[in-house]
């Protein structure tokens, strides 16, 4: 391999083989200097002088900050720690920090994962140890001025000691000290809030912000303290009533369908832990992240009530040192100490058996033209996000026993007066259904005059009737 030169044109990098490569470049090891890497940018993102020069300028701005990527002793980001040159002169990547014996966050979320991590046994508080240090990591980026961006699980590795690294700082949004701003231009659609989706972020007023962070890391959190549960990724508001959809997290994060802070007629995953098992405090900030809905999800008021990194940090080590309670059953069942509700380890274990075990009982459907009530089926939906599966009623396949003939009826009497044709019923329901029909008109009216979106029309139409269904079908 050629040499590189850094900034002072002092430092030289003699590349070694490589370790690994990605959609932008490829990362070296460097002779002589193994707490380091060097990654190079492929030649077709060189040979494009303006993005060559943008991120060139870019890895200068961060050098300049001064940024300690370290917080006791312990590495927050693989920040740059140089730059590199070609021969000629030319930019050609950076060196940053190597990091070892770390995974991507998936695999302390995925129970599949978390098995090849902790070969002794995975326990719940390891996972509040995690979140609280992703929050302290987010606030001390914060607080160098710094916005992440793109916070998303690929970015955040873990150690199986509970630290947490964020990587590809090169794509974070900078601000350099002479104000110009370098855009982070990338994001991953599952966690980015309400206020970025579908928008191209390349443009200059779509903004990553501390806010946007917030909203990230909240997901993250929930991520790692519920079981792998996302918290839009719920099921359909409409299949206790026949339907089989299941509306994408994307969707619902911009409609604010969060079933675990508000909408609570919405199915959750089999999977999913009882909110009422975390302390009141830490309830609550689950609630101002995720407790909004489609016409208040972009309001100033409801981003700026995002909870802070520094607010998780505080609220997570309170809940750590309190210390948490294991299961009489299995120890490795980890709890907050101020539930009092029984192992909900154990309730998620017992409704997976319930819903896969054909011998456990079932509920049962009762038809109304059957003489016999027939048990329910259930049938398995996928979480997009969890890989784990839950069921939910499904109609019933029992086959209805056929009417009896209806023989003609005996003609009347002689002289007595044929007995009047009943009245046909479902003439009040119909009534009541137009009129239900016309306040939802008039409150569809009024939320799209107040909707500050610049939504269009149908797309806002539709969502209130999706809503209405859903309240249409509860009453029945």
């Not at 979140?131 to 690929?154: P, Q």
């Not at 398995?380 to 026993?401: F, I, K, L, N, V």
């Not at 909707?451 to 149908?458: A, I, N, T």
Request: charged content about 20%; proline content about 7%.
């Amino acid at each position: 391999m050629a040499f590189y030169a850094g900034r002072d044109g002092r430092a030289r990098y003699d590349l070694n083989r490589v370790l690994k490569s990605g959609g932008e470049g490829t990362v070296y090891l460097i002779n002589g200097r193994p707490g380091s890497v060097a990654k190079l940018y492929k030649p077709e993102i060189l040979a494009d002088v303006n993005r060559r020069n943008t991120t060139r300028d870019k890895i200068l701005a961060m050098l300049d900050m001064n940024f300690d990527p370290y917080f006791n002793g312990n590495l927050m980001v693989a920040w740059p720690e140089d730059i590199l040159y070609n021969n000629v002169g030319e930019f050609q990547g950076y060196v940053m920090p190597k990091i070892e014996n770390m995974k991507s966050l998936i695999w302390a979320i995925r129970p599949t994962d978390r098995d090849v991590l902790w070969p002794k046994g995975y326990r719940w508080s390891f996972s509040v140890a995690m979140a609280y240090n992703l929050a302290v990591c987010i606030e001390v980026i914060h607080r160098a001025g710094i916005i992440v961006g793109d916070l998303n699980t690929n970015n955040i590795l873990i150690s199986a000691t509970g630290n947490v690294t964020l990587i590809d700082s090169g794509s974070f949004n900078i601000r350099s000290r002479g104000g110009r701003i370098y855009k982070c231009v990338v994001g991953f659609p599952e966690v980015l809030p309400a206020e970025l989706q579908g928008k191209d972020l390349t443009r200059p007023e779509n903004q990553f912000t501390e806010k946007t962070d917030c909203f990230s890391l909240a997901i993250h959190i929930f991520n790692l303290l519920c079981n792998n549960c996302h918290p839009f990724g719920v099921l359909s508001y409409n299949q206790a009533h026949g339907s089989t959809s299941s509306p994408k997290i994307v969707d619902n994060i911009i409609r604010g369908n969060c079933p675990y802070v508000r909408n609570p007629s919405a199915q959750t995953v089999a999977d999913a832990l009882d909110m009422n098992v975390f302390p009141q405090e830490l309830r609550e900030l689950f609630k101002r992240a995720f407790g909004y809905d489609m016409v208040s999800a972009v309001k100033p008021s409801t981003i700026a009530n995002r909870p802070t990194a520094q607010e998780w940090r505080m609220t997570l080590g309170k809940m750590y040192e309190e210390g948490v309670q294991t299961c009489a059953k299995n120890p490795l069942h980890e709890y907050p100490v101020s539930y009092r509700g029984g192992c909900p380890w154990c309730a998620i274990e017992n409704r997976r058996q319930r819903l896969s075990d054909p011998a456990q009982p079932r509920p049962i459907t009762i038809s109304a033209s059957s003489t016999k009530p027939s048990p329910a089926r259930t049938t398995s939906t996928r979480s997009t996000t969890s890989g784990t599966t839950s069921a939910r009623p499904a109609a019933s396949s029992a086959r209805t026993p056929a009417a009896p003939a209806n023989p003609t009826p005996p003609a009347p009497a002689q002289g007595t007066r044929a007995a009047a044709k009943p009245k046909k019923e479902g003439t009040s329901f119909f009534g009541a259904l137009f009129r239900l029909f016309l306040f939802v008109s008039f409150v569809i009216l009024i939320l799209y005059l107040n909707d500050d979106r610049g939504m269009e029309f149908p797309e806002f139409y539709e969502y209130c009737i999706n809503e209405a269904v859903s309240f249409i079908g509860s009453l029945f």
